[in-house]
């Protein structure tokens, strides 16, 4: 292995998080809501209000950053021989433990990536989401070093690894369609927010562009917001860490060159001040995300990758946020929703049930 090239291994994770964390304030600059510059979870939870999986008014936007991020990872996995279709590992188990991690999310109100751009914004709120990750993810690896596997997924037909992408690629024609031929109006089954944070968005361009650069970024980076924590405690490596590091450092500086730093617990963009429930919310999906394998971002890039086991984890988020607003889970500036701190309770008992259950000894048996 070269110099370069040892060079680029140690601190890929520090560039792709300082990446991030700049880029993100810049599309918040550029009209994406508050501290949400870049967020998997509110941002499927928006594909999919704009699909038609629920009929949240203010949260449905075809949103560009989460295609780019697969389609840049595709690119990535391609260019660099890394493009390998596999599959078949627990697939229902994983599509219930997407579910359950985007309501944990959306009690929340964001994934572990906004998390850490809620705080370097000033919202002190996520520091309690922020303990409730590591908790979970805590928690995870207690089940993990008690034999957790959800199995080994195997060799797949090329057509496996695609099918990710391909729906990503046909979203995106979707857009350019909107935005070019009707002027960036809904039509159809496509349903888009004309108020709240569904409405406020970069340039569909912009946006789609900055997901390339985040997909590749973190394809050649590895880089988990899971992963980090987790191989901290496990491994006491501190490998990962040091891109979350950069990312809320390289975040908080832009935010305050920006203008867009403002500290506090009340008033803060899309989000509530209910410490229990932003705590309780991240447990759950920390937990969910330890046990499937990574961070949301993580398994966008997986399944650009060809991981279709990646991918069913993300279709489960894609149907979770259906069922998050459809049924009154997901939180908002208000408060956690009618029934989320119950649905939290549920996912954490059966993401326990998972743990304790699947173990190497029993899929081998």
């Known amino acids: 292995m070269s110099d370069k090239q040892s060079w680029l291994n140690t601190y890929w994770p520090v560039i792709a998080g300082a990446s991030v964390g700049v880029l993100a304030p810049i599309l918040v600059k550029l009209g994406n809501p508050g501290n949400m510059g870049v967020c998997v979870a509110c941002f499927t939870r928006d594909i999919s209000g704009a699909l038609g999986l629920h009929k949240a008014a203010t949260v449905q936007y075809l949103r560009p950053e989460i295609m780019g991020i697969v389609l840049g990872a595709l690119a990535a996995a391609l260019l660099f021989r ?62 993990l070093r008690a034999g957790f596997s959800l199995g080994r997924s195997r060799p797949a037909p090329a057509t496996v690894g695609w099918v990710m992408p391909g729906l990503m690629l046909i979203l995106i024609v979707v857009v350019v369609y909107i935005f070019t031929s009707l002027a960036g109006s809904a039509a159809g089954p496509i349903y888009f927010s004309t108020s709240g944070p569904g409405s406020q968005h970069a340039p569909w361009l912009v946006s789609l562009a900055v997901g390339l650069v985040i997909g590749t970024m973190l394809q050649r980076s590895r880089l988990c917001t899971v992963g980090a924590v987790r191989d901290m405690i496990m491994l ?68 650009g990758e060809g991981d279709g086991d990646a991918g069913i984890f993300v279709l489960g988020m894609l149907v979770g946020a259906g069922f998050a607003h459809n049924f009154s889970l997901a939180s908002s500036p208000a408060g956690p929703g009618t029934y ?13 049930v998972f743990g304790f259950s699947m173990r190497e000894r029993e899929i081998a048996g």
């Open 82 to 143: 890394e493009f390998r279709p596999r599959t078949g590992s627990a697939p229902i188990v994983r599509f219930l433990l997407g579910a359950f991690a985007m309501i944990g999310a959306l009690v929340f109100l964001g994934c572990p990536w906004r998390a850490y751009l809620r705080l370097s914004g000033g919202d002190w709120n996520a520091l309690y989401g922020l303990v409730g990750l590591v908790a979970g993810i805590w928690a995870g690896i207690g089940f």
């Open 236 to 303: 006491r490596d501190p490998h990962l860490l040091r891109g979350i590091i950069a990312l809320v450092g390289a975040a908080f500086l832009t935010n305050l060159l920006l203008g867009q730093f403002r500290p506090g617990f009340a008033g803060q963009p899309v989000a509530h001040t209910a410490a229990l429930w932003n705590f309780a919310g991240m447990v759950l999906a920390g937990l969910a995300f330890t046990l499937a394998g990574g961070c949301p971002g993580r398994q966008l890039i997986l399944a």
């Open 340 to 352: 989320g701190p119950v649905a939290v309770v549920i996912g954490l008992l059966v993401c326990a």
